[in-house]
């Protein structure tokens, strides 16, 4: 089970013009892009939320929403860059050639999840794509268990990639073996520290990771 952003896709750039949007539009001031990295995973009110622990739940709403459009209209302009990270398509290929079940587990929506993945051709790799609009947002585990019953698995046979302390944390509530992807969005003892077995380094790493901690499971 992988995360999207900052684990199947670099959209950090895109992420973060729609966030400066937003906060400027609304006359706040635009959160460091380090600041905005600590965030990307979490669903959006959530996310707002954290950068802005100070205001209320009808604002964290209201920049949510606000957010949304932004985005909107970045994609309509065509501005929106979500590229594969590089080794990732290989990674899907070896999993699947080894008998594994591939599904996603993302603070996007489903709609914007469904555009990402058919825009690179992979949309249907995964026999269970989870969201934000029908999940309560990491670190809770909704996501995997609902994957997991897709899938016909358990947690002692899932594995879930992700980039942040939010996916591992997420996985292990879950009771499923968390890999961390250290190209993503939160460093690698962050990841170790919220759960993660071991971290890989890049994608195709993930391969002999599973290898090496799937015997003790």
């Known amino acids: 089970m992988f995360d999207c952003d900052g684990t199947l896709v670099d959209s950090g750039a895109t992420i973060y013009a729609a966030l400066s949007d937003t906060f400027r539009q609304r006359g706040l001031e635009i959160p460091h892009p380090q600041i905005a990295r600590r965030v990307i995973g979490l669903s959006l009110v959530e996310a707002m939320a954290g950068l802005l622990p100070d205001a209320n739940a009808n604002e964290h709403f209201e920049l949510a929403e606000q957010y949304k459009r932004n985005f909107m209209a970045l994609r309509i302009a065509g501005r929106v860059e979500e590229p594969l990270f590089e080794g990732v398509i290989e990674l899907l290929d070896a999993l699947e050639e080894n008998g594994w079940l591939l599904a996603v587990a993302t603070g996007k929506s489903d709609r914007g999840l469904k555009h990402c993945l058919d825009q690179h051709g992979v949309h249907a790799r995964f026999v269970s794509l ?69 971290v890989a380094e890049r994608p195709l790493d993930v391969l002999d990771l599973i290898r090496e901690h799937a015997d003790g499971r």
């Open 130 to 198: 989870q969201t934000a609009d029908r999940h309560p947002s990491k670190p809770h585990p909704a996501m995997v268990e609902e994957a997991i019953a897709d899938a016909g698995a358990a947690p002692e046979t899932t594995v879930v990639i992700g980039d942040t302390s939010f996916d591992m944390a997420m996985a292990a509530a879950a009771g499923a073996m968390p890999i961390g992807a250290a190209w993503g969005y939160h460093e690698a003892d962050e990841l170790i520290e919220a759960g993660a077995v071991a």
